[in-house]
Protein backbone atom coordinates (compact mmCIF):
# COMPACT_ATOMS: atom_id res chain seq x y z
CA UNK A 1 0.00 0.00 0.00
CA UNK A 2 1.29 3.68 -0.76
CA UNK A 3 2.22 5.16 2.11
CA UNK A 4 -0.34 8.55 3.35
CA UNK A 5 1.36 12.06 3.47
CA UNK A 6 -1.10 14.36 5.37
CA UNK A 7 -0.67 17.80 4.00
CA UNK A 8 -1.47 21.40 5.83
CA UNK A 9 -1.62 24.29 4.72
CA UNK A 10 -3.77 27.62 3.71
CA UNK A 11 -5.68 26.12 1.27
CA UNK A 12 -9.09 27.61 2.23
CA UNK A 13 -7.61 31.45 2.01
CA UNK A 14 -9.12 32.87 -1.48
CA UNK A 15 -5.78 33.69 -2.63
CA UNK A 16 -4.64 32.98 -5.88
CA UNK A 17 -1.73 31.92 -5.02
CA UNK A 18 -2.24 29.93 -1.85
CA UNK A 19 -4.56 27.50 -3.23
CA UNK A 20 -2.59 26.75 -6.53
CA UNK A 21 0.23 26.08 -4.38
CA UNK A 22 -1.68 24.03 -2.23
CA UNK A 23 -2.86 21.91 -5.48
CA UNK A 24 1.01 21.82 -6.84
CA UNK A 25 2.56 20.35 -3.61
CA UNK A 26 -0.40 17.32 -4.05
CA UNK A 27 0.29 16.75 -7.55
CA UNK A 28 4.26 16.47 -6.37
CA UNK A 29 3.96 13.95 -3.83
CA UNK A 30 1.43 11.88 -6.13
CA UNK A 31 3.83 11.99 -8.14
CA UNK A 32 6.47 10.97 -6.22
CA UNK A 33 4.47 7.55 -5.18
CA UNK A 34 2.44 8.48 -2.35
CA UNK A 35 -1.17 9.38 -1.54
CA UNK A 36 -1.52 13.12 -0.89
CA UNK A 37 -4.27 14.34 1.38
CA UNK A 38 -4.57 17.87 2.30
CA UNK A 39 -5.76 18.89 6.06
CA UNK A 40 -8.91 20.23 5.97
CA UNK A 41 -8.48 23.09 8.80
CA UNK A 42 -10.87 26.14 8.38
CA UNK A 43 -8.29 29.22 7.97
CA UNK A 44 -8.87 31.64 8.56
CA UNK A 45 -10.91 30.62 11.33
CA UNK A 46 -12.23 32.33 14.91
CA UNK A 47 -8.94 32.33 16.79
CA UNK A 48 -7.32 33.94 13.53
CA UNK A 49 -7.74 37.96 13.45
CA UNK A 50 -8.27 38.34 9.92
CA UNK A 51 -10.70 41.96 9.52
CA UNK A 52 -8.71 44.94 9.74
CA UNK A 53 -11.41 46.70 8.29
CA UNK A 54 -13.60 49.56 9.40
CA UNK A 55 -17.04 49.76 9.42
CA UNK A 56 -17.04 52.42 6.49
CA UNK A 57 -14.90 50.34 4.21
CA UNK A 58 -17.00 47.35 4.35
CA UNK A 59 -20.07 49.50 3.42
CA UNK A 60 -17.57 50.99 0.55
CA UNK A 61 -16.69 47.63 -0.42
CA UNK A 62 -20.30 46.00 -0.69
CA UNK A 63 -21.41 49.10 -2.87
CA UNK A 64 -18.80 48.06 -4.58
CA UNK A 65 -19.76 44.33 -5.16
CA UNK A 66 -23.57 45.76 -5.79
CA UNK A 67 -22.14 47.74 -8.89
CA UNK A 68 -19.91 45.59 -10.41
CA UNK A 69 -22.17 42.48 -9.97
CA UNK A 70 -20.66 41.28 -6.80
CA UNK A 71 -17.23 39.91 -8.29
CA UNK A 72 -16.26 38.72 -5.01
CA UNK A 73 -18.99 36.10 -4.80
CA UNK A 74 -18.34 35.25 -7.87
CA UNK A 75 -15.16 34.53 -7.31
CA UNK A 76 -15.29 32.95 -4.07
CA UNK A 77 -18.05 30.30 -5.72
CA UNK A 78 -15.06 29.65 -8.36
CA UNK A 79 -12.47 28.91 -5.64
CA UNK A 80 -14.96 26.57 -4.08
CA UNK A 81 -15.41 24.69 -7.06
CA UNK A 82 -11.89 24.24 -7.71
CA UNK A 83 -11.32 22.54 -4.09
CA UNK A 84 -13.60 20.36 -4.41
CA UNK A 85 -12.80 19.29 -7.70
CA UNK A 86 -8.73 19.30 -7.88
CA UNK A 87 -8.05 19.12 -3.63
CA UNK A 88 -8.34 16.05 -2.10
CA UNK A 89 -9.21 17.02 1.06
CA UNK A 90 -9.78 14.86 4.78
CA UNK A 91 -12.79 15.36 7.05
CA UNK A 92 -13.38 19.36 7.69
CA UNK A 93 -11.91 21.30 10.49
CA UNK A 94 -13.89 24.23 11.16
CA UNK A 95 -11.71 24.96 14.35
CA UNK A 96 -8.75 24.24 16.24
CA UNK A 97 -10.53 22.55 18.65
CA UNK A 98 -12.45 19.90 16.14
CA UNK A 99 -8.58 18.95 14.79
CA UNK A 100 -7.66 18.01 18.22
CA UNK A 101 -10.37 16.03 18.78
CA UNK A 102 -10.40 13.99 16.32
CA UNK A 103 -6.73 13.82 14.29
CA UNK A 104 -6.17 12.27 11.43
CA UNK A 105 -3.64 10.01 11.17
CA UNK A 106 -0.80 9.60 7.80
CA UNK A 107 2.60 8.35 7.81
CA UNK A 108 4.08 11.92 7.67
CA UNK A 109 2.86 15.21 7.93
CA UNK A 110 3.87 18.37 6.43
CA UNK A 111 3.40 21.98 6.78
CA UNK A 112 3.72 24.24 3.85
CA UNK A 113 4.37 26.16 1.58
CA UNK A 114 2.96 29.48 1.48
CA UNK A 115 2.77 32.22 5.00
CA UNK A 116 2.21 28.91 7.03
CA UNK A 117 4.41 30.25 9.61
CA UNK A 118 3.78 34.29 9.22
CA UNK A 119 2.62 35.31 12.91
CA UNK A 120 0.68 38.02 11.09
CA UNK A 121 -1.48 35.53 9.45
CA UNK A 122 -1.61 32.78 12.38
CA UNK A 123 -0.94 34.45 15.22
CA UNK A 124 -0.31 31.60 18.24
CA UNK A 125 -2.11 28.81 16.39
CA UNK A 126 0.52 26.23 16.79
CA UNK A 127 -1.26 23.92 14.38
CA UNK A 128 0.96 25.38 11.67
CA UNK A 129 3.87 24.16 13.64
CA UNK A 130 2.05 20.47 13.48
CA UNK A 131 1.51 20.77 17.40
CA UNK A 132 -1.06 18.15 16.80
CA UNK A 133 1.00 15.55 15.26
CA UNK A 134 1.60 12.15 17.34
CA UNK A 135 5.38 12.22 18.86
CA UNK A 136 5.95 8.67 16.73
CA UNK A 137 4.76 10.59 13.41
CA UNK A 138 7.22 12.35 10.83
CA UNK A 139 7.23 16.19 10.33
CA UNK A 140 8.31 18.06 7.49
CA UNK A 141 8.22 21.22 6.48
CA UNK A 142 8.29 22.24 2.73
CA UNK A 143 9.23 25.83 1.98
CA UNK A 144 7.60 27.32 4.44
CA UNK A 145 7.17 31.08 5.05
CA UNK A 146 7.31 33.35 8.45
CA UNK A 147 7.90 36.53 5.58
CA UNK A 148 10.40 37.80 8.50
CA UNK A 149 13.99 36.85 9.99
CA UNK A 150 13.01 37.74 13.35
CA UNK A 151 9.93 36.41 16.02
CA UNK A 152 8.20 38.79 18.30
CA UNK A 153 9.72 37.45 21.98
CA UNK A 154 5.98 36.12 22.66
CA UNK A 155 6.28 33.42 19.78
CA UNK A 156 9.90 32.19 20.08
CA UNK A 157 9.68 29.70 22.86
CA UNK A 158 6.46 27.89 20.72
CA UNK A 159 8.43 27.66 17.49
CA UNK A 160 11.82 26.38 19.10
CA UNK A 161 9.23 23.75 21.13
CA UNK A 162 7.73 22.30 18.04
CA UNK A 163 10.08 22.97 15.11
CA UNK A 164 12.92 21.31 17.11
CA UNK A 165 11.20 17.72 16.80
CA UNK A 166 11.00 18.37 12.95
CA UNK A 167 11.99 15.38 10.88
CA UNK A 168 13.22 17.71 8.00
CA UNK A 169 12.61 21.36 7.64
CA UNK A 170 13.19 23.66 4.53
CA UNK A 171 11.89 27.44 3.98
CA UNK A 172 11.35 29.46 1.00
CA UNK A 173 12.89 32.66 1.40
CA UNK A 174 16.49 33.49 2.74
CA UNK A 175 14.95 35.38 5.66
CA UNK A 176 13.23 32.62 7.05
CA UNK A 177 16.56 30.65 6.81
CA UNK A 178 18.13 33.48 9.01
CA UNK A 179 15.05 33.29 11.38
CA UNK A 180 15.23 29.38 11.55
CA UNK A 181 18.82 29.59 12.28
CA UNK A 182 18.05 31.83 14.94
CA UNK A 183 16.12 30.06 16.66
CA UNK A 184 17.16 26.34 16.26
CA UNK A 185 21.16 27.07 15.88
CA UNK A 186 21.11 24.87 12.22
CA UNK A 187 20.72 25.92 8.68
CA UNK A 188 17.99 24.70 6.13
CA UNK A 189 17.40 24.46 2.67
CA UNK A 190 15.89 27.01 0.36
CA UNK A 191 13.62 25.27 -1.76
CA UNK A 192 11.15 26.48 -4.58
CA UNK A 193 7.69 27.31 -4.33
CA UNK A 194 5.49 24.52 -5.42
CA UNK A 195 4.18 26.41 -7.99
CA UNK A 196 7.40 26.05 -9.52
CA UNK A 197 7.78 22.20 -8.74
CA UNK A 198 5.36 21.80 -11.99
CA UNK A 199 6.38 23.37 -15.57
CA UNK A 200 4.56 25.88 -17.81
CA UNK A 201 2.89 22.86 -19.76
CA UNK A 202 1.64 21.50 -16.76
CA UNK A 203 -0.23 24.20 -15.63
CA UNK A 204 -1.43 24.89 -19.34
CA UNK A 205 -3.62 22.22 -18.14
CA UNK A 206 -5.95 23.91 -15.94
CA UNK A 207 -5.15 27.66 -17.50
CA UNK A 208 -7.29 26.21 -20.79
CA UNK A 209 -10.12 25.37 -18.65
CA UNK A 210 -10.65 29.07 -18.11
CA UNK A 211 -13.87 30.73 -19.82
CA UNK A 212 -12.49 34.25 -19.48
CA UNK A 213 -13.20 36.05 -22.87
CA UNK A 214 -10.11 38.95 -22.89
CA UNK A 215 -9.11 39.57 -26.24
CA UNK A 216 -4.95 38.79 -26.48
CA UNK A 217 -2.51 41.05 -26.84
CA UNK A 218 -2.39 42.54 -22.97
CA UNK A 219 -0.57 43.97 -20.52
CA UNK A 220 -1.09 42.62 -16.88
CA UNK A 221 -1.45 44.10 -14.23
CA UNK A 222 -1.80 42.33 -10.43
CA UNK A 223 -1.25 44.83 -7.39
CA UNK A 224 -1.40 43.78 -4.26
CA UNK A 225 -1.09 46.58 -1.12
CA UNK A 226 -1.18 44.23 1.85
CA UNK A 227 2.46 43.96 2.72
CA UNK A 228 3.60 47.60 1.60
CA UNK A 229 2.06 50.59 -0.45
CA UNK A 230 3.43 50.67 -3.99
CA UNK A 231 2.43 53.75 -5.36
CA UNK A 232 3.84 55.83 -6.62
CA UNK A 233 6.33 53.48 -8.02
CA UNK A 234 4.34 50.95 -9.72
CA UNK A 235 2.24 53.68 -11.09
CA UNK A 236 4.80 55.02 -13.17
CA UNK A 237 6.02 51.13 -13.84
CA UNK A 238 2.43 51.13 -15.45
CA UNK A 239 2.31 54.32 -17.60
CA UNK A 240 6.08 53.33 -18.60
CA UNK A 241 5.31 49.70 -20.02
CA UNK A 242 1.97 51.08 -21.50
CA UNK A 243 3.64 54.07 -23.31
CA UNK A 244 5.87 51.35 -24.89
CA UNK A 245 4.09 48.75 -25.63
CA UNK A 246 0.57 50.74 -26.55
CA UNK A 247 -1.21 47.70 -25.32
CA UNK A 248 -5.00 47.13 -23.64
CA UNK A 249 -4.55 46.79 -19.44
CA UNK A 250 -6.07 43.98 -17.51
CA UNK A 251 -6.38 44.81 -13.97
CA UNK A 252 -6.68 42.03 -11.32
CA UNK A 253 -6.99 44.35 -8.38
CA UNK A 254 -9.80 47.15 -7.75
CA UNK A 255 -7.23 49.19 -6.77
CA UNK A 256 -4.75 48.67 -9.57
CA UNK A 257 -6.36 51.63 -11.69
CA UNK A 258 -4.98 54.28 -8.80
CA UNK A 259 -3.74 57.26 -10.48
CA UNK A 260 -3.15 55.97 -13.37
CA UNK A 261 -4.71 58.22 -15.52
CA UNK A 262 -5.21 55.17 -18.67
CA UNK A 263 -8.08 54.59 -20.15
CA UNK A 264 -7.30 51.17 -21.80
CA UNK A 265 -8.00 49.24 -18.97
CA UNK A 266 -9.95 46.52 -18.70
CA UNK A 267 -11.28 45.61 -15.06
CA UNK A 268 -11.94 42.38 -14.04
CA UNK A 269 -12.98 43.22 -10.59
CA UNK A 270 -11.41 40.65 -8.92
CA UNK A 271 -14.58 37.84 -10.34
CA UNK A 272 -11.68 35.45 -11.73
CA UNK A 273 -11.19 31.84 -10.35
CA UNK A 274 -7.84 30.26 -10.67
CA UNK A 275 -8.36 28.28 -14.10
CA UNK A 276 -8.70 32.00 -15.17
CA UNK A 277 -5.37 33.53 -13.48
CA UNK A 278 -3.43 30.71 -15.10
CA UNK A 279 -4.81 31.71 -18.66
CA UNK A 280 -3.76 35.28 -17.87
CA UNK A 281 -0.32 34.63 -16.74
CA UNK A 282 -0.50 32.15 -19.64
CA UNK A 283 -1.47 34.63 -22.24
CA UNK A 284 0.14 38.02 -20.85
CA UNK A 285 2.14 39.71 -23.49
CA UNK A 286 3.87 41.67 -20.17
CA UNK A 287 3.34 41.47 -16.17
CA UNK A 288 3.43 44.26 -13.65
CA UNK A 289 3.05 42.64 -10.11
CA UNK A 290 3.76 43.60 -6.41
CA UNK A 291 2.64 39.51 -5.76
CA UNK A 292 4.87 36.72 -5.25
CA UNK A 293 3.33 34.52 -6.65
CA UNK A 294 2.42 36.56 -9.77
CA UNK A 295 6.42 37.02 -9.74
CA UNK A 296 6.33 33.21 -9.80
CA UNK A 297 3.92 32.39 -12.69
CA UNK A 298 5.62 35.16 -14.92
CA UNK A 299 8.93 33.23 -14.92
CA UNK A 300 7.28 29.75 -15.09
CA UNK A 301 5.73 31.14 -17.93
CA UNK A 302 8.77 32.79 -19.55
CA UNK A 303 7.07 36.45 -19.67
CA UNK A 304 8.68 39.69 -19.68
CA UNK A 305 7.28 41.53 -16.39
CA UNK A 306 8.08 43.90 -13.70
CA UNK A 307 7.94 42.41 -10.07
CA UNK A 308 7.82 45.64 -7.57
CA UNK A 309 8.96 45.04 -4.14
CA UNK A 310 10.05 46.71 -1.06
CA UNK A 311 13.66 46.37 0.41
CA UNK A 312 13.11 48.29 4.17
CA UNK A 313 11.05 45.74 5.32
CA UNK A 314 11.40 41.90 6.12
CA UNK A 315 9.10 40.21 3.81
CA UNK A 316 11.77 39.39 1.60
CA UNK A 317 9.71 37.02 -0.57
CA UNK A 318 9.99 38.56 -4.16
CA UNK A 319 13.65 39.36 -4.01
CA UNK A 320 14.63 35.92 -2.62
CA UNK A 321 13.08 34.55 -5.96
CA UNK A 322 14.70 36.89 -8.35
CA UNK A 323 18.25 36.17 -6.86
CA UNK A 324 17.84 32.53 -6.53
CA UNK A 325 17.01 32.48 -10.10
CA UNK A 326 19.21 35.54 -11.44
CA UNK A 327 16.09 37.25 -12.52
CA UNK A 328 17.04 40.71 -10.41
CA UNK A 329 16.75 42.58 -13.55
CA UNK A 330 12.96 42.56 -13.47
CA UNK A 331 12.82 43.30 -9.75
CA UNK A 332 11.88 47.21 -8.85
CA UNK A 333 12.25 48.51 -5.33
CA UNK A 334 10.07 50.92 -4.06
CA UNK A 335 13.16 52.42 -1.39
CA UNK A 336 15.06 53.28 -4.82
CA UNK A 337 15.38 55.73 -8.09
CA UNK A 338 12.34 53.69 -10.90
CA UNK A 339 15.16 52.92 -13.41
CA UNK A 340 13.60 51.50 -16.82
CA UNK A 341 15.49 47.88 -17.05
CA UNK A 342 14.34 45.21 -18.50
CA UNK A 343 16.77 42.45 -19.50
CA UNK A 344 16.00 39.11 -18.68
CA UNK A 345 18.02 35.91 -20.16
CA UNK A 346 15.40 33.47 -19.95
CA UNK A 347 17.53 30.45 -21.19
CA UNK A 348 19.92 31.38 -18.20
CA UNK A 349 17.05 31.52 -15.52
CA UNK A 350 15.50 28.45 -17.19
CA UNK A 351 18.53 26.15 -16.54
CA UNK A 352 18.53 27.48 -12.64
CA UNK A 353 14.92 27.43 -12.72
CA UNK A 354 15.80 23.43 -13.54
CA UNK A 355 18.38 22.78 -11.33
CA UNK A 356 16.22 24.45 -7.99
CA UNK A 357 13.27 22.07 -9.05
CA UNK A 358 14.91 18.90 -9.04
CA UNK A 359 16.87 19.83 -6.14
CA UNK A 360 13.61 20.46 -4.01
CA UNK A 361 12.15 17.42 -5.52
CA UNK A 362 14.97 15.51 -4.55
CA UNK A 363 14.13 17.43 -0.68
CA UNK A 364 11.09 16.32 -0.88
CA UNK A 365 12.18 12.53 -2.21
CA UNK A 366 14.59 12.06 0.07
CA UNK A 367 12.46 13.09 3.45
CA UNK A 368 8.69 12.06 2.92
CA UNK A 369 10.19 8.13 3.57
Known amino acids: MKKKIGLLTM ?16 IVIEKLGYDCEIINYQYPNKIHSMDYTSPLLNVVQFLMEIRFGFPERKKRRKFRLFREKYLHQSEYFKTRDDLLERI ?22 DIFLLSFVPAD ?49 KDVPITLDPTLL ?12 SKLKVKTPFILVYILKYSFLPYPTA ?17 LRY ?42 FSLN ?31 IDVCKDYQNVETINYDKVSEVLNSERNKSILFLKNNLK
Open 11 to 26: HRVVNFGSILQAYATQ
Open 104 to 125: PEYDTYIVGSDQTWNIRHIGFD
Open 137 to 185: KRRISYASSAARKELPSLYVNSFKQYLSVFNAISVRERHTQELIKSLLG
Open 198 to 209: LDANEWQFLAKK
Open 235 to 251: TKVIKDVYDKYHLPIVA
Open 255 to 296: SARENMGIEDVIDLHESVGPEDFLWLFMNASYVITTSFHGTA
Open 301 to 331: FRKPFYAIYNSSIEDDRIYSLLHLLGAESCG
